[in-house]
């Protein structure tokens, strides 16, 4: 192995162990310095609401570390939960009206997320010796509009057991909490100021 390659399998490890506490991190100057609109807000839905539906609809079909899934949405992208999560990311963005996210948000993409991919992907690679066909068939994150039809008939469809069991309702709850504190943002001061004059 060589320097290079070690220090890249090395950043792929730390970049897994803190993607989460750096997600927490982010949420918290997200909501510093998002500046959201009703105008920004609404259109925010146009990425969030689908990136929403592929994650929920992604997690139907993984059985982690037991089967290689590559039905459904995995028949037209690897990684079809990320790519979910880019669209809300990114929709968020946008319903923040701050380029300062836009550009951290992007930056935390390219260091953090896209070796924990290639990390994901040595990991299936390994485990699973259909990966290597399966990659050379369907792209590693932007979609191919029509599925990979070879690799249909190889695994199951959608399981709303799966989707229970990986708790995605979690991902409707943030966003829906989300959203909320998008709006006190956008429109706390006034209520309260509306309150108080009232009074």
Known sequence: MTAAT???????RIARRIRVPLGFAFAALYLLLARPTLHTILWSLVLVLPGL?????ASGYVKKNSELAVTGPYAHTRNPLYLGSMLMAFGFAAASHSWTILIVLAALFFIIYLPTIRSEEEFLRGAFPAFAEYAARVPRLLPRLTPARALQAEAGAFSGALYQRHREYNALIGVTALYAALVLR???GQVLRMFFTAR
């Not at 070690?6 to 792929?12: E, H, I, V």
């Not at 539906?53 to 609809?57: K, P, V």
Request: glycine share 6%; hydrophobic share 35%.
């Open 53 to 57: 539906w592929l994650r929920a609809y």
């Open 6 to 12: 070690s220090k890249k399998t090395t950043w792929q």
């Open 186 to 188: 956008a429109y706390g």
